[in-house]
């Protein structure tokens, strides 16, 4: 008797273990779950560089422009660059030089190209809405598993408060001599087992709230609890108002993955012409400026007094000495930077066409190659649209068949009520034996296990037909 007592009160004491802690909604933790999980930042990443690369391609079209500078230090037998003639010397040289250029016509493969980034961003921003609705779905499912078994924690403890008050009265009359000690020998151990099962639905709680930490991305170690609002509280629309022809025509247009096709298939055509544009000849324009400077001394010479040779030059009749003139080196002479950079500066400006005629077939490769991906991304539409719409009629007749299913449970409970009332009143009575009478109460928290599977299973296929209407989950 007292290790029934000690086991019953462990039972009960599990069920109330949990510390004191804020409870979330589901509205919360479809929040939480958003801001936080991961896939979510991941497909944000992914986004981003979608982002940088079309920024990218809009800068593409504006001219470019290079300054460059250079300097160094000549030594040993180089080329004078005053005099361009090779001798020994040492001197420093720099150069800058700007230079530009743009493209003038390409067949709008720019154009294309950046219209092509353009819907890829788009895309890009569309997958993290349908991750977030996924994560959302997954809470939302998440969420009703741990109602589910909240709820069978409630059925378990009524159940063991039952059998325990059973017990007792059977216990009573036992020892009076009404009835025989196997009664109360049976309705022990079905207390022990209603017991064990109160702590298994305890146990499988947990665990459901780990599951839970792990979609919002919170850590283990957490107090972490859901609010168990009644099942009657969470919003759903009729079921004649969730015809499903309706519901695909509103999901083909609302939900992020059927966008993320379009833009995808979009932004392949725009590649295909980009492609096109890279096989045709371009016309570019350049233009440059550039100067130099060396740091070289420069011999300074002046005439010195002319040198009488041995040629003679006759003028009529008379003779003449040829003279030479002589240059005398009076000293060296470093011209300066501005007024070299000045005497070196030259521009240059002009127009070049390029024509594509072989480069190892990577122009050619790469339009087929886009040709393909256009292709793969219209079967890839024309057969998510197949299964979109599967899907949402599956749905529908799941949720149809989930509806009538609640309703024959909800008879089933009622009828197996009645059957346990009445199975009481025998036994009180003495016209029933105790297995039958555990049986039958078994029989009842079986009918009322199914009926509670039942209303959840109803409600989240009547969630998942809101979802594929891409209007979001009602919270």
Known sequence: MKARIIFILFAFCFSISIKAQEKWDLR??????????????????????????????????????NLSGSAGYRFGRSENPTTGVLEDNNFLSSGFSLQTGTTLFGWFSKKNQIESDRLTVEAD?????????????????????????????????????STNEQFIN???????????????????????????????????VQQLLLQMKAILNLDASVAFDVETP???????????????????????????????????????????????????????????????????????????????????????????????????????????????????????????????????????????????????????????????????????????SAVQKYNADGKSVSTAKKSFEFAQKRYDQNLLSTFDLINSQNNYLRSKIQALYSQFDYVFKMKLLEFYKGQGIKL
């Open 170 to 204: 059977t216990r009573k009359r036992v020892d009076v001599g009404l009835l025989p000690e196997l009664n109360a020998v049976e309705l022990e151990a079905q207390l022990y087992r209603d017991s064990a099962n109160l702590i298994a639905a305890e146990t499988g």
């Open 230 to 400: 009644p099942l009657e509280r969470i919003p759903i629309d009729n079921l004649g108002e969730l015809q499903p022809e309706a519901i695909f025509s509103l999901a083909v247009i609302n939900l992020p993955q059927q966008k993320i096709i379009d833009l995808r298939l979009q932004a392949a055509k725009k590649e295909v012409v980009a492609a096109k544009g890279m096989l045709y000849p371009s016309i570019q324009a350049f233009g440059g400026l550039g100067s130099n400077y060396v740091n070289i001394k420069i011999p300074q010479y002046e005439i010195g007094t002319p040198k009488i040779t041995s040629a003679f030059v006759t003028v009529g009749s008379t003779s003449y000495n040829v003279m030479s003139p002589s240059f005398v080196q009076v000293g060296e002479k470093t011209i300066p930077l501005g007024e070299q950079l000045k005497k070196n500066f030259g521009q240059n400006i002009g127009i070049s066409i390029g024509i594509p005629l072989f480069n190892s077939g990577s122009a050619q490769t790469r339009l087929k190659q886009t040709q393909l991906t256009v292709k793969q991304w219209e079967l890839n539409k024309e057969q998510d649209n197949h299964k979109l719409k599967q899907d949402v009629y599956k749905a529908y007749h799941d949720a149809l």
């Open 28 to 65: 919360k933790c479809v929040s939480y779950a958003i801001d936080n999980n991961i896939s979510v930042k991941q497909t944000d990443l992914q986004a981003r560089f979608s982002k940088l690369n079309y920024e990218q391609s809009k800068l593409s079209v504006f001219p470019s422009l």
């Open 125 to 161: 921003q569309a997958q993290i809405k349908k991750v977030q609705d996924d994560i959302a779905l997954n809470v939302a499912v998440a969420y009703l598993q741990i109602l589910l078994s909240k709820e069978q924690i409630n059925l378990s403890k009524i159940q063991l408060q």
